[in-house]
């Protein structure tokens, strides 16, 4: 009986690990957490035009600058995704991230990481905040292509600011 118990709570378990990480293979994985990262060259522009640029995009692109300083700037960026109709209107989660941005000569790495999923949660009459690493929460799991999309969208926009020439004649 013990062991016919045990062979079912292996089973459950196993379920429940294989379901994480096929809700999880949208997103690249670092450390079994969430990480968009990558290194790219722009030919011709100089570490500080690169440090300049990225200022002004996470100027534009992040709630708050944590860090500044000439080998990396690191901000905290929010965006929101509408989900569910609730009540005649509809329900919004919000992701945060940490984006860290370095710079080189001709070159600048990018990561975008520690991603936590921040929503209202209704049960019984009553409703609390809920801010958990995206990792640990499947409910969002119809959302992740989005989700990705969303992040992607923000490394492009990373990119065309970043290799863009600044016509100095204005």
């Known amino acids: 009986m013990k062991k016919t118990n045990l062979l079912i709570f292996l089973l459950v378990i196993s379920l429940h690990l294989v379901a994480q990480e096929k809700y ?37 692109n992040c709630e708050t600058i944590k860090l500044d300083d000439e080998d990396i700037v690191v901000g905290e960026g929010v965006f929101a995704f509408k989900f569910n109709e609730f009540f005649g209107g509809y329900e919004y989660f919000h992701i945060r991230c940490i984006i860290a941005i370095q710079f080189k000569e001709e070159q600048y790495k ?3 990481s520690d991603f936590r999923l921040n929503y ?39 990119d065309q600011v970043m ?7 204005w």
């Open 120 to 158: 209202v949660k209704f049960s019984q009459g009553t409703s609390d905040i809920v801010d958990d690493p995206i990792e640990d929460l499947s409910i969002f799991k119809d959302h992740n292509k989005r989700i990705d999309l969303k992040i992607k969208e923000l490394i492009v926009s990373l």
């Open 163 to 169: 290799k863009r020439t600044i016509d100095d004649n």
């Open 110 to 112: 990018y990561t975008f």
């Open 24 to 60: 999880l293979s949208i997103f690249p994985l670092k450390d079994s957490k969430v990480t968009y990262s990558a290194v790219l060259q722009t030919s011709g522009i100089s570490k500080y035009e690169l440090y300049n640029k990225a200022r002004i995009w996470l100027a534009t």
